[in-house]
């Protein structure tokens, strides 16, 4: 089955529920800059795969994929950290760091679906 909008991609769609969770988990949070940065980065996760399945070329879909990568680290970077300072409770930021992991595998697979193998 071919893919035809990035709407149809588990990766978009499972980085859209984790940004719609990271915004659940902070919306009381008086530490705005903390606040703008991890949401910037949970939000910048499912962008970048669109942005870059409507680019219609494997290498620049590709390349956007591991931009999404790294966000998506970097939100998961910030959940440790809002744990330590006690702005999310042990139970929440075991939750999001395991939705973290599976966008990880899932933007993984992906990269190695488009990607030629390696013949050596």
């Keep these: 089955m071919k893919i035809l909008k990035f709407e149809d991609l588990i990766a978009w769609q499972k980085a859209q529920d984790i940004a719609v ?4 988990s902070f919306t009381e949070l008086k530490d705005w800059s ?4 991890i949401y910037r980065a949970v939000v910048s996760i ?22 999404s990568l790294g966000s ?7 959940i ?3 744990q330590r300072l006690n702005y999310l ?14 966008v990880s595998k899932i933007i ?4 190695k679906s488009l990607q030629p193998p390696n013949n050596d």
């Design 34 to 37: 903390f606040k703008d940065q």
């Design 21 to 24: 969770d990271v915004y659940m």
């Design 108 to 111: 993984r697979g992906l990269i």
């Design 72 to 78: 998506n680290s970097e939100v998961k970077s910030m």
């Design 89 to 102: 409770n042990k139970i929440n930021a075991d939750m999001l760091i395991e939705q973290s992991r599976e």
């Design 80 to 82: 440790y950290l809002a």
């Design 46 to 67: 499912s962008n970048n795969i669109a942005e870059g399945f409507d680019r219609q070329s494997k290498k620049e879909f590709v390349r956007f994929l591991y931009i």
